[in-house]
């Protein structure tokens, strides 16, 4: 079950294993690209880099959307998350989705 980050060295520890992975799955979308040429791009906000950053989000947003009104039928995927509630949030939390391979 993922875990909140509830202090400073728990939260740098998380944000480095999110930019590893990150940097993993673009490394491993883009064969023949280096982790030197994804820093590189990561410090431009329009690079390709970034670009196919926002796709993914774009299409796990979908996915949660699509998943939402297969497991709730009739009930709106909520706008907000902070509208879920507690044991709806934890089947939408970030730690089951990448359990289970999903990025």
Request: some cysteine; overall charge positive; charged content about 35%.
């Amino acid at each position: 079950m993922f875990r909140v980050p509830r202090t400073k060295k728990e939260m740098e520890a998380f944000n480095r294993e999110q930019a590893k992975w990150w940097r993993d799955g673009w490394l491993q979308a883009h064969p023949g690209r280096t982790a030197a040429e994804y820093n590189r791009l990561l410090r431009d906000t329009d690079s390709e880099v970034w670009q196919w950053r926002r796709a993914q989000g774009a299409a796990a947003i979908e996915a949660e959307r699509q998943a939402w009104e297969r497991d709730h039928p009739g009930r709106q995927y909520p706008k907000h998350l902070c509208d879920l509630t507690d044991r709806e949030m934890s089947e939408f939390s970030p730690g089951n989705r990448r359990a289970s391979g999903q990025r």
